[in-house]
C-alpha cells in the first residue's frame, strides 16, 4: 500500500481491483443462476411426467385396462424417480466447489520434491566446523549458471567474507552451506562429511542463520527468540537478547517480552526485527554461523555494539558474512571476492587493499568521495555499483 501511495497509482490500482471484482461478480452470477435453474428445472419435469401418468392412466382405468391402484403405484414411482436427482441437483454447486478445490490441492500434492535426505543418510555429529567448497558448480535453471568452479576452505573458528556487486552469488553459497539446494557438480563438506549425506534436520541443527530481511511469527517477542532453541528458558532467551543489544529495546515494549508481535513483525522497524533475528540465532548456540547482510537495517552504534558481541560470539564459530558495508569486515580471517559467479580474489582486508583490484575499487567506492578526475573513482564508476 505505501508503494501505491508513493507512485500515486490509487487510481489504476482500484481500476484493476473493480475489473477483477467484476469478472468474479459475473462468474458468481453466472454459477448461482445454473444452480438455480435446476429446482424450477425438475419441477417441471416431474411435473409433466405426473400429468402423462394421471391423463395416460385415466384412459386405462376408464377402458377397464388397468386399475386405480395401479395407477396410483405409477405416480408414487414418479415422483419417488425425481427425488435423488433433485437431491443431488441441491449439492451441486457444493461440488463444484469441492472439485475446484480438489483440483488445486492434488496440484500441491503431486509437486515433486526438490530436495530430500539420501535413503542412507546419517545423522550429522558435533561438528567442530570446517567447511570446504569442491570445484562447486550451480544454477536455479538450467543453462543458466550462478556458481562456477568455486572452491574455498573455511576452517573451524575462521570468519569468511563475502563480498562483492548484487546478483554476484554471495546469497547462494551460503543457501549452499544449510543445503537449501544440492549442487549440481563438486561437492560441499563440513568436517569432511558430504552434506548430502547426512539428514537436513541434524545439519541445520548446527547452522544458525540471519537474513536481510528477517521473518517474525505472530506470537511474543519471547516466542520468536525462543524459536532458534524451543527449550530455552526465559533467563537464556534475555541473555541472548542483551548478548546482541536488543534488551533494552525490548525492555521498553508496553509488556517486555511478552509483547505480541504480529505476522511477520509488521508492528516493529526493521532494525529491530533485525536485532530479534540476532538473538535467535544467538540462542541457537550454532556451530556455522551465516549472516546475510544482518546488520544492514541497523543504525550505527547499534551495528557497532553488534559487532562488539559478535567478537565474543564468533569465537570458536566458523562463520561466513556477507557484507556491502565493506567497513564491516576487517577483521575476517578471509575476504572472497565474488563477480559473476566466480571467487576473483581471496585474501586478507590488509592484502587485498594492498593489490588493487577488484576488492580494492569496491572498497574505495564506498570511502573515497566521487570527484572528477579522480582515477580511483573513475574507474570504479564505471566498472562497479556499488550498495
Do not use: W
Not at 489504476?12 to 471484482?21: C, G, V, Y
Not at 549452499?176 to 541434524?202: K, P
Amino acid at each position: 500500500m505505501k508503494v501505491v501511495q508513493a507512485f500515486s497509482r490509487e487510481e489504476i490500482s482500484q481500476a484493476r481491483f473493480a475489473q477483477a471484482s467484476a469478472a468474479n461478480r459475473d462468474a458468481n452470477i453466472e454459477a448461482v443462476g445454473i444452480t438455480s435453474a435446476f429446482s424450477p428445472t425438475l419441477d417441471i419435469m416431474s411435473t409433466i411426467a405426473t400429468a402423462i401418468v394421471a391423463g395416460y392412466g385415466g384412459y386405462l382405468v376408464v377402458n377397464d385396462l388397468a386399475t386405480v391402484g395401479l395407477i396410483v403405484t405409477f405416480l408414487t414411482y414418479v415422483r419417488r424417480f425425481y427425488e435423488p436427482i433433485r437431491a443431488v441437483s441441491m449439492i451441486y454447486a457444493h461440488l463444484q466447489s469441492a472439485l475446484a478445490g480438489g483440483e488445486r490441492i492434488f496440484e500441491l500434492l503431486d509437486e515433486p520434491v526438490t530436495l530430500t535426505d539420501a535413503p542412507n543418510a546419517i545423522e550429522m555429529p558435533s561438528i567442530e566446523g570446517r567447511v570446504a567448497f569442491e570445484n562447486v558448480n550451480f544454477a536455479y535453471r538450467d543453462g543458466e549458471p550462478v556458481l562456477e568452479d568455486i572452491s574455498l576452505v573455511a576452517e573451524p573458528g575462521q570468519t569468511i567474507a563475502l563480498v562483492g556487486v548484487t546478483g554476484a552469488g554471495k546469497t547462494t553459497i551460503a543457501n549452499l552451506i544449510a543445503r537449501f539446494y544440492d549442487v549440481q557438480s563438486g561437492n560441499v563438506t563440513i568436517d569432511n562429511l558430504d552434506i548430502r549425506q547426512v539428514t537436513c534436520a541434524s545439519l541445520r541443527h548446527q547452522i544458525g542463520i540471519v537474513l536481510q530481511d528477517p521473518f517474525l511469527y505472530s506470537g511474543t517477542v519471547a516466542d520468536n527468540i525462543r524459536y532458534g532453541r524451543l527449550d530455552a528458558s526465559d533467563e537464556e532467551v534475555e541473555a541472548a537478547a542483551r548478548l546482541v543489544n536488543a534488551h533494552d529495546y525490548i525492555s521498553r515494549l508496553p509488556e517486555a517480552y511478552d509483547s505480541e508481535i504480529n505476522e511477520r513483525g509488521i508492528n516493529l522497524s526493521q532494525g529491530q526485527r533485525q536485532l530479534i533475528s540476532f538473538a535467535r540465532a544467538v540462542l541457537a548456540n550454532p556451530r556455522i554461523l551465516i549472516l546475510d547482510e544482518a546488520t544492514s537495517s541497523v543504525d550505527t552504534r547499534t551495528e557497532r555494539l553488534i559487532q562488539q558481541a559478535l567478537g565474543e560470539l564468533l569465537k570458536g564459530l566458523t562463520s561466513f558474512v556477507i557484507a556491502h558495508r565493506l567497513s564491516t569486515i576487517h577483521n575476517a580471517d578471509q575476504v572472497l571476492v565474488i563477480q559473476d559467479g566466480r571467487i576473483v580474489e581471496r585474501g586478507t582486508h590488509k592484502t587485498l587493499i594492498g593489490q588493487g583490484g577488484v576488492y580494492h575499487d569496491l572498497y574505495m567506492s564506498q570511502f573515497q568521495p566521487m570527484e572528477p578526475g579522480n582515477n580511483v573513482d573513475d574507474r570504479t564508476s564505471s566498472r562497479y555499483n556499488p550498495v
